[in-house]
């Protein structure tokens, strides 16, 4: 073999070593309708989502599936979730609201380095209070997560910002604005204990904003919470909030930047 044929074989070898490579894939796009959610159970774990922690309603108050709710530059992904937050949506007697879904795989997402895809969006309509603390896409530990909206403790009695968090300490934000998709990656180290955040907004490829912080990375690989818990505030009573999703997976690897995933 000619050398510089034998340098073009490495090269491609290399690259689809460190090409990145979906482990598990919560794009949605195997539901005929967000009933499929109902047949996972402890009894019969199937799907890609553990779906439990919910209201007491039918998964129709909670989460819904369609096109129209995808980022719409997202080619790859068929449809998207709109998670609500209503008047019964609280778990297990908690007096937090919350709508969130597990990932349920056997792949090692909490090991080595890997990248947790999402994409979230809001409206004007049924918008999320700008006055209480919601909790989005966290790990049991939250020691990285987004949150939206006025943080207790914190002066003031509203913030209209979308906040990446480690450890509770605010790494990066935008106000949310509606109609206006925001494409998130977590890079999780969890052998240097490490997390960076990468951003983009639209159809827009996604870009570090925020290189790999110290963080206490802990998951046994059922922890990861896509969706909200909503803290209670005096004197600022529920309202219906719903919270739009596109575009989740996760990967080994080396990172996908184009929207949607490969």
Same mark, same amino acid.
């Given at each position: 073999?000619?050398?510089?044929?034998?340098?073009?074989?490495?090269?491609?070898?290399?690259?689809?070593?460190?090409?990145? /490579?979906? =482990?598990?894939? %919560?794009?949605?796009?195997?539901?005929? *309708?967000?009933?499929?959610?109902? @047949?996972?159970?402890? !009894?019969?774990?199937?799907?890609?989502?553990?779906?439990?922690?919910?209201?007491?309603?039918?998964?129709?108050?909670?989460?819904?599936?369609?096109?129209?709710?995808?980022?719409?530059?997202?080619?790859?992904?068929?449809?998207?979730?709109?998670?609500?937050?209503?008047?019964?949506?609280?778990?297990?007697?908690?007096?937090?609201?919350?709508?969130e879904?597990?990932?349920?795989?056997? /792949?090692? =997402?909490?090991? %080595?380095?890997?990248?947790?895809?999402? *994409?979230?969006?809001?409206?004007? @309509?049924?918008?999320? !209070?700008?006055?209480?603390?919601?909790?989005?896409?966290?790990?049991?530990?939250?020691?990285?997560?987004?949150?939206?909206?006025?943080?207790?403790?914190?002066?003031?009695?509203?913030?209209?910002?979308?906040?990446?968090?480690?450890?509770?300490?605010?790494?990066?934000?935008?106000?949310?604005?509606?109609?206006?998709?925001?494409?998130?990656?977590?890079?999780?180290?969890?052998?240097?204990?490490?997390?960076?955040?990468?951003?983009?907004?639209?159809?827009?490829?996604?870009?570090?904003?925020v290189?790999?912080?110290?963080?206490?990375?802990?998951?046994?690989?059922?922890?990861?919470?896509?969706?909200?818990?909503?803290?209670?505030?005096s004197?600022?009573?529920?309202?219906?909030?719903?919270?739009?999703?596109?575009?989740?997976?996760?990967?080994?690897?080396?990172?996908?930047?184009?929207?949607?995933?490969?």
């Open positions: 073999m000619k050398a510089s044929n034998l340098v073009a074989a490495v090269a491609a070898v290399t690259a689809s070593v460190v090409k990145g /490579a979906v =482990i598990w894939d %919560g794009r949605f796009n195997d539901f005929k *309708s967000n009933k499929d959610l109902t @047949t996972w159970s402890w !009894s019969n774990q199937v799907g890609p989502y553990q779906y439990y922690i919910h209201g007491s309603g039918a998964v129709d108050k909670y989460i819904n599936l369609s096109p129209d709710y995808k980022n719409p530059n997202d080619t790859v992904s068929k449809q998207g979730a709109r998670f609500t937050l209503d008047s019964t949506a609280f778990w297990n007697g908690q007096t937090m609201r919350r709508t879904l597990i990932p349920q795989t056997k /792949a090692a =997402i909490n090991s %080595g380095k890997v990248f947790y895809h999402f *994409s979230i969006m809001r409206k004007d @309509t049924n918008a999320p !209070s700008v006055n209480r603390e919601h909790q989005i896409c966290f790990f049991e530990s939250h020691f990285t997560e987004l949150k939206y909206g006025w943080i207790s403790g914190e002066q003031g009695t509203s913030n209209p910002n979308l906040q990446w968090m480690t450890s509770q300490k605010s790494q990066w934000k935008t106000e949310w604005k509606p109609n206006v998709w925001h494409n998130v990656a977590y890079e999780i180290n969890f052998g240097s204990n490490t997390v960076g955040f990468w951003h983009s907004e639209g159809g827009d490829a996604l870009k570090q904003v290189a790999p912080v110290s963080a206490s990375t802990s998951s046994n690989g059922a922890d990861w919470h896509l969706g909200v818990l909503e803290l209670p505030r004197g600022y009573p529920d309202s219906n909030e719903d919270f739009y999703f596109s575009g989740v997976y996760i990967e080994t690897g080396s990172i996908t930047t184009a929207i949607g995933g490969p």
